[in-house]
């Protein structure tokens, strides 16, 4: 059974089905409890939970994260939510030195089944310092999973997978699609980590992305076949660490050909990672060179005009497309 | 004329409902009045008026979704009049779209950049992407190939800088001009040509001779050429359709050099060294070049581009085919040096043991079948090169002195093949005499 | 948990048994042996490194003893201990054998993380050492997460969160102060801060780093009632520790004790146990140094004779020498372990390439 719900709904859902499942699990974070949520995905939690489930923090990245990862040591599963991820830099050192590593140091003795969620990306005019997409970032780093899911069933599938994942998850939100619309299935639709979702099934070039440049990608697809009577295959990485190289490979071995897209900057990104699996795994398949599509080079503009200048364009893509089809740019 | 609009109440609102009017059109309202209840996929909450007069048209009906900044109400101020407007949503989504194409614009200009430099550089290349023999072609293209066996020497490339991608190669195949073992094709421009030879016009009326099906009898044996022989088979048959060649021949009278030939090897037999009449002949056909620089002429994508340098390739028959490892620099070198150096070249090609800079890029050879007795041989010259010698065997025969008188003489053939694309028959004769010249005054050999 | 560590039965250090009745002078010659056993441990590692055996970074404790012996004195079951680098003590203290501890600072498998950790890293959850950690002040807020989840699953235990002077400039000290001290306020957050004052951190005095130099008072921002005690004085920490654990343990409120001690034997190329002392150095030295001070206590009070005191060193040496000599002898980790425990559960293999 399934039922449209926006994507600020279905990961409600998820955290509160995993809190009726196991009473270790807890949301963290600041005003999440009274003042309800910043994006309203935790209002009311606290009048049904009450303040022992829902803890509202101090404005203390590095020392809420901290405490949860001691918690999550000890067998609580605390779900921490960053308010928007740019600020999650002040809890880098819990995050990359702490919870990523103490499994290793710690000789196994110790777990950290965290969960650390909140908006992720920009599109939003909030200007440079509340505008990053961090899924390479955090990618980066071994100890870490991190997801990225776009459409509501997939943000319920994989926080339920997240919880229940004994380790620290970066469970990144695509901000800018809370309001979206999707069918989602009832009750536990756990999505797995390391599998890719093939958003739109084509033969002649395969665009990947992740976060809210899928949906950039479907309407680009649209527009080639029209104009161009392009096929275009689009794959929704949603899953960045785990990676599903097969799906990409298996693709491009199909198509021939393939254009990586994300918000990010170009150096170090997702997107270059992408290229080389290709060029590694399925260079015999390749027609042209994989391009990538990523944000201009220059921390996030306000002006609307500016800010999507500095992200990835229809157009951009689909002339990215154009030219490793060889076919005309427009 | 104030508008009243739908406002952004929220950072990813993009759109609201208009759920409930609070006034009714002709109403007056002041700044501040409540006028509207809106909904998002937050909340609903109410606008309130921003400007006082009266609520003159109502856009936006109950239960409407607007997009932020779409118009839903006028409110008329003293003496002004409502303009007329059809659909009150329409012209802002328009202004919207401009937005998006301004930033569209800009964001192309950004990348535009970006991919323009590239293209500049495109564009710099020549377009044949046969540079130096070597195709560009996409990695799926390269594995078509091998798979379907197709001579990618027959593909134009369409991409940049002529590479050659799917595309070519699944038209070719439709078309079924790429085959490797197959006849040549008029219409698809073969061979590493040069980028200024014009299109050669297909030929009209010349059919290939209808090959016949093998018998496959008893007493018969389907050849398999090796790899090295298709080659070979291949480069011969190009440089016989594309190369004008001519020929000229001297007969050279060898005593003076055999007779330095035994003087020189009584002296080097405590080196273990022994100078064949190879040797000597190579030597002399370098020499003899300073003169005649054309001959040693290697044809480019942009023309016969003349060498000072001689490498000499020598032809080792071997029993897969042919190959001819290179003495590079001859002229500088002496002929002992040569002798060492052609020799272990020759064995180790009968081994197979050449690396490839030893057998390419000659710039000249000389094709010695004199061990078999043959008179006189003409040879083929060999593509990119302008030029080769075709030895022949040393025979004792009658001869004249300068007394009239009848003497025994070891009298030697040699016959030059040449492009005459680049030297023509007087050039070609001047040489070989030039060549006979310095062999029959072997001392010529140490200059 | 470590392959060769048969649970401290014959090789952790010896404390007194759960439920003993222990007279005053037996108590105190106990301790002694505490921390002359740390004592002992940490002059081997020094010698060890000199050696090169240990690589990386090495922080012993010589000095500080008094402060963990007397709190760990006060360690119940099923409380739990963090720290951070300096933390050779507390996992003997705990009971880990000295054996599998050197073996985890000479990197060999046999090591008490399996030699994936080294000296700051040590860990032995089952008997409630939760590390071990290599950043300055990082491991406070995990401390205080320990301390809410042990009020959290509804236990009687506390946390003993260690951490030096330096520490105390660090952002995260203060964030996870603060969260203490607002849980703390409706008894939820049983955290014992132990400020272990050297008066130094690292090279800088605590005057060149902070113009409020009374660590303890610092607290006050936060909401948590502090005190001071004389880390060199065993008695007196005992008595410190044994009322203000009970006292978190009862409110379920974070409290903070300043331990204060001082740098004392000579940082020279020979222990202070080995080579031949004067007599007036050794004077001087049981004025000053906490192990000095406890064996001038129990000479005059006669719990214990020189010839005690030369015994208990000597087992002491001894079984010291026998966790070098273990730790020499054992393998590297098998190179199998540098794909494990990167994740937990189904994926733990997921980083080999």
Excluded at chain 1, 237 to 266: G, M, N
Excluded at chain 2, 403 to 408: A, H, L, S
Excluded at chain 2, 409 to 431: C, E, P, Q
């Amino acid at each position: 059974m399934a039922e449209t719900k926006t994507y600020r709904e279905a990961l409600r859902e998820a955290m509160v089905q995993e809190m009726e499942r196991d009473e270790n699990v807890v949301l963290m974070g600041e005003d999440i409890g009274v003042y309800g949520g910043t994006h309203l995905i935790t209002d009311g939690l606290i009048d049904e939970w009450g303040p022992k489930r829902i803890m509202d923090t101090p404005i203390s990245e590095n020392g809420f994260t901290g405490a949860a990862v001691g918690m999550a040591m000890m067998g609580m599963r605390p779900i921490v939510e960053m308010m928007t991820w740019n600020f999650s830099f002040l809890a880098a050192d819990q995050i990359i030195q702490h919870a990523a590593k103490v499994r290793y140091f710690s000789g196994g003795q110790v777990e950290v089944p965290l969960v650390i969620r909140g908006p992720n990306g920009g599109g939003v005019q909030l200007s440079a310092q509340h505008t990053h997409s961090l899924e390479n970032f955090y990618g980066h780093f071994p100890g870490l999973k991190v997801v990225a899911p776009v459409t509501p069933n997939d943000v319920k599938g994989m926080m339920i997978t997240a919880v229940r994942d004994p380790n620290p998850v970066i469970f990144l939100e695509a901000g800018a699609l809370y309001g979206t619309k999707g069918e989602v299935e009832d009750g536990d639709n756990a999505v797995p980590f390391g599998k890719a979702r093939i958003a739109r099934e084509g033969d002649d070039v395969t665009l990947i992305a992740y976060g809210r440049q899928v949906n950039l990608c479907l309407r680009v697809a649209d527009t080639l076949e029209e104009e161009d009577g392009v096929s275009a295959e689009v794959i929704d990485l949603r899953s960045i660490r785990p990676f599903d190289e097969d799906a990409i490979v298996e693709s491009v071995e199909k198509t021939h050909r393939a254009v990586a897209v994300q918000e990010q900057w170009r150096w170090f990104g997702v997107a270059s990672e992408v290229a080389a699996i290709i060029q590694d795994r399925a260079f015999d398949s390749l027609d042209a060179p994989v391009e990538r599509v990523s944000g201009a080079e220059v921390p996030a503009p306000y002006a609307r005009n500016l800010e999507l200048a500095a992200f990835p364009s229809d157009e951009q893509v689909a002339n990215a497309a154009r030219r490793v089809l060889y076919m005309e740019e427009k | 004329m104030p508008e009243v609009f739908m406002p952004k109440m929220g950072d990813a609102m993009e759109e609201g409902t208009l759920l409930k009017w609070l006034v009714s059109e002709g109403d007056d309202v002041s700044e501040g009045d409540p006028i509207a209840e809106i909904e998002t996929d937050k909340a609903s909450m109410e606008i309130e008026a921003e400007d006082s007069g009266t609520l003159a048209q109502i856009i936006a009906s109950e239960g409407d979704d607007i997009p932020v900044g779409g118009a839903i109400a006028f409110i008329q101020g003293e003496g002004e009049e409502v303009p007329e407007r059809d659909s009150g949503g329409g012209e802002e989504a328009e202004a919207e779209e401009g937005g998006e194409d301004e930033g569209q614009a800009q964001a192309q200009t950004a990348t535009e950049t970006e991919a323009g430099g590239a293209e500049e550089e495109d564009e710099q290349q020549p377009s044949d992407g046969r540079a130096n023999g070597r195709f560009r072609a996409s990695p799926i293209v390269k594995r078509l190939a091998a798979e379907n066996e197709l001579d990618l020497s027959k593909v134009e490339g369409s991409g940049p800088r002529g590479r050659i991608v799917e595309r070519d190669v699944r038209a070719a195949m439709e078309r079924g001009g790429a085959q490797a073992d197959g006849q040549a094709d008029g219409q698809t421009g073969g061979g590493a040509e040069a980028a200024e030879e014009p299109q050669e016009a297909p030929q009209v009326g010349l059919q290939p001779a209808r090959l016949p099906e093998p018998v496959e009898g008893p007493d018969t044996e389907l050849v398999e050429p090796t790899r090295m022989q298709r080659v070979i088979g291949e480069r011969m048959t190009e440089a016989k359709q594309h190369i004008p060649h001519f020929y000229a021949t001297v007969e050279v009278r060898m005593d003076a050099a055999m007779a330095l030939r035994k003087q020189l090897n009584e002296q080097l037999e405590a080196e273990d060294l022994k100078l064949s009449v190879n040797d000597f002949v190579m030597k002399a056909c370098a020499v003899a070049l300073r003169s005649y620089p054309n001959l040693n002429a290697i044809q480019t994508t942009q023309g016969f581009e003349l060498h000072e340098k001689v490498d000499m390739a020598m032809a080792v028959a071997l029993d897969a085919g042919l190959i001819t490892p290179v003495i590079r620099d001859i002229t500088s070198k002496g002929l002992a040096t040569i002798s060492r150096e052609s020799k272990d070249l020759a064995v180790r090609a009968r081994d197979g043991k050449l690396q490839p800079d030893e057998y390419q890029g000659g710039t000249i050879t000389v094709s010695n079948m004199g061990m078999f007795g043959i008179e006189s041989f003409t040879a083929i010259v060999n593509p990119p090169q302008a030029a080769i010698i075709a030895v022949s065997s040393i025979q004792k025969r009658p001869a004249y002195d300068k007394n009239d008188e009848v003497v025994p003489a070891s009298m030697m053939k040699l016959t030059l093949s040449a492009d005459h694309r680049i030297a023509n028959g007087r050039d070609g004769a001047l040489y070989m005499a030039e060549v006979r010249r310095v062999l029959e005054n072997p001392v010529l050999l140490m200059v | 948990m470590p392959a060769e560590n048969d649970n401290g039965e014959n090789g952790g250090v010896e404390t007194r048994e759960e439920g003993a009745v222990a007279t005053g002078t037996d108590r105190l010659v106990d301790l002694y042996r505490e921390m002359v056993t740390v004592r002992r441990f940490e002059e081997a590692c020094q010698r060890a490194f000199r050696q090169g055996k240990i690589g990386g970074y090495l922080h012993v404790y010589i000095g500080q003893e008094a402060v963990a012996v007397g709190f760990l004195d006060a360690f119940k079951e099923g409380d739990r201990v963090i720290t951070a680098y300096r933390d050779h003590p507390h996992a003997l203290l705990l009971g880990s054998d000295p054996k599998n501890v050197m073996a985890e600072l000479f990197g060999r498998g046999s090591g008490i993380v399996k030699g994936k950790g080294g000296s700051m890293h040590l860990f032995d959850v089952e008997r409630g050492l939760m590390g071990g950690y290599g950043i300055v002040g990082g491991h406070i807020p995990i401390g205080v997460g320990i301390a809410y989840a042990l009020k959290y699953h509804d236990t009687d235990n506390i946390t003993q969160l260690y951490l030096g002077d330096g520490a105390m400039s660090q952002g995260a000290f203060h964030e996870a102060a603060n969260l203490a001290g607002l849980w703390g306020k409706d008894g939820l957050c049983p955290c014992l801060f132990i400020i272990e004052n050297n008066q130094y951190g690292m090279g800088t005095s605590v005057e060149r780093t902070t113009a409020m130099t009374d660590l303890a008072a610092k607290f006050d921002s936060y909401g948590i009632e502090h005190e001071k005690v004389d880390g060199m004085d065993i008695e007196a920490v005992l008595e410190a520790a044994e009322r203000l654990t009970e006292q978190v343990r009862e409110t379920g409120k974070p409290y903070a004790v300043e331990a204060l001690t001082y740098r004392t034997a000579p940082h020279g190329a020979a222990d202070f146990f080995e080579k031949y002392r004067d007599k007036e150095e050794i004077e001087e030295w049981r004025k000053r140094d906490p192990v000095g001070i406890l064996e001038q206590k129990l000479l005059e009070s006669e719990a214990a004779d020189e010839e005690k005191l030369e015994e208990i060193k000597n087992e002491a040496k001894e079984q010291i020498d026998e966790a070098v000599k273990f730790a020499d002898e054992s393998d590297q980790p098998p190179i199998e372990e540098l794909y494990t425990d990167v994740y937990s559960g189904a994926d733990e293999y997921m980083g080999e390439e």
